[in-house]
Nanobody
């Protein structure tokens, strides 16, 4: 089970840190990802991280502003979001894929959190 939190209302240019805690299983052997879905748009992958944390992926739209990290000892994955823009407004979901590889394919993700709303105001 995944539980995401940390969303909220922030002004453009501000920062937020999303957290996603896992429970009920072994977290460390899963690739993890953060996805987002804005109103009227398809869900998209924002960032992903390999089970070991050694490799990451960041979407071009957030590159240089967002960073994904994980702490396997705490069963938690983070999304650090800086220089937020209006277009970052969305519901953000964390997800886990049972693979030792870095996964950017949404179809590989088996478990999903409930989503946390991020609203950026200008």
């Amino acid at each position: 089970q995944l539980q995401a939190c940390g969303g909220g209302l922030v002004q453009a240019g501000g920062s937020l840190r999303l957290s996603c805690a896992a429970s009920g299983g072994t977290f460390s052997r899963y690739a993890l990802g953060w996805f987002r879905q804005a109103p009227g748009k398809e869900r998209e992958l924002v960032a992903a991280i390999k089970w070991s944390g050694g490799s990451t992926y960041t979407a071009d739209s957030v590159k240089g502003r967002f960073t994904i990290s994980r702490d396997n000892a705490k069963n938690t994955v983070y999304l650090h979001m800086n220089s937020l823009k209006d277009e970052d407004t969305a519901v953000y979901y964390c997800a886990a894929a049972f693979t030792v590889l870095l996964s950017t394919d949404e179809r590989r993700y088996d478990y999903w959190g409930q989503g946390t709303q991020v609203t950026v105001s200008s």
